[in-house]
């Protein structure tokens, strides 16, 4: 094992099973209807099936999707076109509170609280790696803790620590509680965890393409939901990382760690936290080259690469996550755009990863 920070990272759960998705895509030379990004969606607040949480109608459309300027990070290049059919869609993320009811309901037991098969969990690891000490295979989550002063930010240890214990019921560890924060969004989901609330509640996980459309509210060629003013002065935007990070938070937004749901501004859409609070997980396998291999197609209601690929973590199979969280900074994590990306490991659970759903 090279580093701890390679410990801290990969000592977590494997998912019982992989969803690929597939590519829908068709070539350029095809008449495109709608070839503009879509400005006009309607928006209604309905109930779901399940009384747990409003959505709203997003019409669907035709958007340019990806970075459209320079300076971002090279998985979100080239931008191209898209064409997503209308959706329901979650107006907030999913709360402690919805998720309560879910386990109350059915009993589910989250991947961080599972016991963990080294047998399973080491072919998500380097060959070769080491076995770690049984006292440290036992049920967790990876939990932020602040540094003392600047570090190397190429070393996610310094911030990242593996704890047993932590999970959705105890987000900092085996000592803290959710009781005083049921309306801030639910944590440590791994993507099986998401999924499964997603069935019994009869939705399921946005596709990358679906939720970046939501995300944009209707605008076009604008840097952040609200439009091309950053966060990183203001308070009122965004719940991101103000500040210095990881070590001196500002907390200008009010907020050091999650925020409630529903904080701050709504984007164009009715769509709460699409920048910033919690990461949210997507459908999509995450391949670090997806944009660049249909580069020059008009894709209608992509579903995401065949095959998981990041060069920084090549052994582990990756789902896409959209939005940023509490911990974006512009810094090292310039993520609470609409187009930015990042794959996670579908057996991991974080404290500031969570997700929304969306209907049919």
Same mark, same amino acid.
């Given at each position: 094992?090279?580093?701890?920070?390679?410990?801290?990272?990969?000592?977590?759960?494997?998912?019982?099973?992989?969803?690929?998705?597939?590519?829908?895509?068709?070539?350029?030379?095809?008449?495109?209807?709608?070839?503009?990004?879509?400005?006009?969606?309607?928006?209604?607040?309905?109930?779901?099936?399940?009384?747990?949480?409003?959505?709203?109608?997003?019409?669907?459309?035709?958007?340019?999707?990806?970075?459209?300027?320079?300076?971002?990070?090279?998985?979100?290049?080239?931008?191209?076109?898209?064409?997503?059919?209308?959706?329901?869609?979650?107006?907030?993320?999913?709360?402690?509170?919805?998720?309560?009811?879910?386990?109350?309901?059915?009993?589910?037991?989250?991947?961080?609280?599972?016991?963990?098969?080294?047998?399973?969990?080491?072919?998500?690891?380097?060959?070769?790696?080491?076995?770690?000490?049984?006292?440290?295979?036992?049920?967790?989550?990876?939990?932020?803790?602040?540094?003392?002063?600047?570090?190397?930010?190429?070393?996610?240890? *310094?911030?990242?620590?593996?704890?047993? #214990?932590?999970?959705? $019921?105890? /987000?900092? %560890?085996?000592?803290?509680?959710?009781?005083?924060?049921?309306?801030?969004?639910?944590?440590?989901?791994?993507?099986?965890?998401?999924?499964?609330?997603?069935?019994?509640?009869?939705?399921?996980?946005?596709?990358?393409?679906?939720?970046?459309?939501?995300?944009?509210?209707?605008?076009?060629?604008?840097?952040?939901?609200?439009?091309?003013?950053?966060?990183?002065?203001?308070?009122?935007?965004?719940?991101?990382?103000?500040?210095?990070?990881?070590?001196?938070?500002?907390?200008?937004?009010?907020?050091?760690?999650?925020?409630?749901?529903?904080?701050?501004?709504?984007?164009?859409?009715?769509?709460?936290?699409?920048?910033?609070?919690?990461?949210?997980?997507?459908?999509?396998?995450?391949?670090? *080259?997806?944009?660049?291999?249909?580069? #020059?197609?008009?894709? $209608?209601? /992509?579903? %995401?690469?065949?095959?998981?690929?990041?060069?920084?973590?090549?052994?582990?199979?990756?789902?896409?996550?959209?939005?940023?969280?509490?911990?974006?900074?512009?810094?090292?994590?310039?993520?609470?755009?609409?187009?930015?990306?990042?794959?996670?490991?579908?057996?991991?659970?974080?404290?500031?990863?969570?997700?929304?759903?969306?209907?049919?």
């Amino acid at each position: 094992m090279k580093s701890k920070g390679l410990l801290q990272l990969k000592i977590v759960l494997v998912a019982v099973f992989i969803v690929f998705s597939s590519i829908a895509c068709k070539d350029k030379s095809q008449k495109n209807n709608s070839s503009s990004e879509s400005v006009t969606s309607k928006t209604e607040i309905v109930k779901s099936n399940k009384p747990i949480s409003e959505m709203v109608w997003i019409e669907g459309g035709a958007f340019q999707m990806g970075a459209h300027s320079k300076g971002y990070y090279g998985r979100e290049y080239p931008a191209h076109q898209v064409e997503v059919d209308g959706f329901w869609m979650d107006n907030h993320e999913v709360t402690n509170a919805q998720y309560k009811a879910f386990i109350e309901a059915t009993h589910y037991i989250t991947v961080a609280e599972r016991v963990i098969d080294w047998e399973v969990l080491k072919k998500e690891l380097p060959p070769g790696t080491a076995k770690p000490h049984d006292s440290i295979l036992l049920p967790g989550s990876l939990v932020f803790k602040a540094s003392k002063g600047p570090v190397n930010l190429n070393d996610i240890a *310094n911030w990242w620590h593996w704890t047993i #214990g932590a999970n959705w $019921k105890h /987000p900092q %560890g085996p000592n803290s509680t959710i009781a005083a924060i049921m309306d801030h969004p639910v944590v440590h989901m791994a993507y099986e965890d998401a999924v499964a609330y997603c069935e019994w509640a009869g939705k399921r996980l946005p596709t990358e393409a679906e939720w970046e459309f939501a995300a944009k509210g209707g605008l076009v060629k604008k840097k952040y939901t609200w439009g091309d003013e950053d966060a990183k002065n203001r308070g009122d935007l965004a719940n991101i990382y103000q500040g210095d990070f990881p070590y001196n938070n500002t907390a200008l937004d009010n907020y050091v760690g999650s925020a409630p749901v529903m904080q701050f501004k709504a984007n164009g859409y009715q769509l709460y936290d699409m920048s910033g609070n919690v990461w949210e997980w997507c459908s999509d396998l995450f391949n670090e *080259n997806y944009y660049k291999e249909i580069a #020059g197609t008009i894709c $209608k209601n /992509p579903t %995401g690469a065949k095959k998981s690929y990041n060069p920084r973590d090549p052994y582990t199979t990756e789902r896409v996550t959209k939005g940023g969280s509490f911990l974006c900074h512009v810094s090292y994590c310039y993520n609470y755009r609409p187009s930015a990306r990042e794959g996670s490991s579908i057996d991991t659970g974080l404290s500031h990863l969570g997700f929304r759903c969306v209907k049919n």
